[in-house]
T-cell receptor
Framework: AQTVTQSQPEMSVQEAETVTLSCTYDTSESDYYLFWYKQPPSRQMILVIR??????QNATENRFSVNFQKAAKSFSLKISDSQLGDAAMYFC??????????????FGEGTQLTVNP | EAQVTQNPRYLITVTGKKLTVTCSQNMNHEYMSWYRQDPGLGLRQIYYSMNVEVTDKGDVPEGYKVSRKEKRNFPLILESPSPNQTSLYFC????????????FGNGTRLTVT
């Protein structure tokens, strides 16, 4: 079974600084998807970024980028120029590359990010 | 507006009193699923459904039932709730194909006393 581990229950960053959230996973699959979701106090689950394992290039979405190390099974999220609105719980998630099964996700424990003004 | 709608948003009940949390999506998605979120454990899948009348267990199905009589609806049923089912519940849906993003509802906070 696949597992996802986020070893940092809490992180904090100063506004405008950069912060990196860690995620490691375990799988025997060679092709899969990895995700970072943001959950603000509103409880809404917001997809931040997605990475396909077969792509060498790290995904980037504006101020959010990932460092995907396939051999090490590591998938960290870097937030640049942190803003107060980035304060949230962040979840790392894994999904197998399956032909007909939608998006069944395995989630990590979550990292609570605080942004200090 | 494309969305997944869960109701109620908050629910407080007592042990043993049957309850249903509703979930409806308007995107014609084949795939629907339920997750529960607990501190320190992240989100864990309870049940999922590939299409009408097709459901299967996720990672933590004990104490829960689901049904998929219509494509748009996927209710979560707790026949005899217990305090260990106090949690935040999410319904999600997507198309039944690779690379289809998962759409989440806004969550239901359930407290069982």
């Amino acid at each position: 079974a696949q597992t996802v581990t986020q070893s940092q229950p809490e992180m904090s960053v100063q506004e405008a600084e950069t912060v990196t959230l860690s995620c490691t996973y375990d799988t025997s699959e060679s092709d899969y998807y990895l995700f970072w979701y943001k959950q603000p106090p509103s409880r809404q689950m917001i997809l931040v970024i997605r990475q396909e394992a077969y792509k060498q290039q790290n995904a980037t979405e504006n101020r959010f980028s990932v460092n995907f190390q396939k051999a090490a099974k590591s998938f960290s999220l870097k937030i640049s120029d942190s803003q107060l609105g980035d304060a949230a719980m962040y979840f790392c998630a894994y999904s197998r590359l399956q032909e007909t099964s939608g998006s069944r996700l395995t989630f990590g424990e979550g990292t609570q990010l605080t942004v200090n003004p | 507006e494309a969305q997944v709608t869960q109701n109620p948003r908050y629910l407080i009940t007592v042990t043993g009193k049957k309850l249903t949390v509703t979930c409806s999506q308007n995107m014609n998605h084949e795939y629907m699923s339920w997750y529960r979120q607990d501190p320190g454990l992240g989100l864990r899948q309870i049940y999922y459904s590939m299409n009408v009348e097709v459901t299967d267990k996720g990672d933590v199905p004990e104490g829960y039932k689901v049904s998929r009589k219509e494509k748009r609806n996927f209710p979560l049923i707790l026949e005899s709730p217990s305090p260990n089912q106090t949690s935040l519940y999410f319904c999600a849906s997507s198309f039944e194909r690779n690379n289809s993003p998962l759409h989440f509802g806004n969550g239901t906070r359930l407290t069982v006393t």
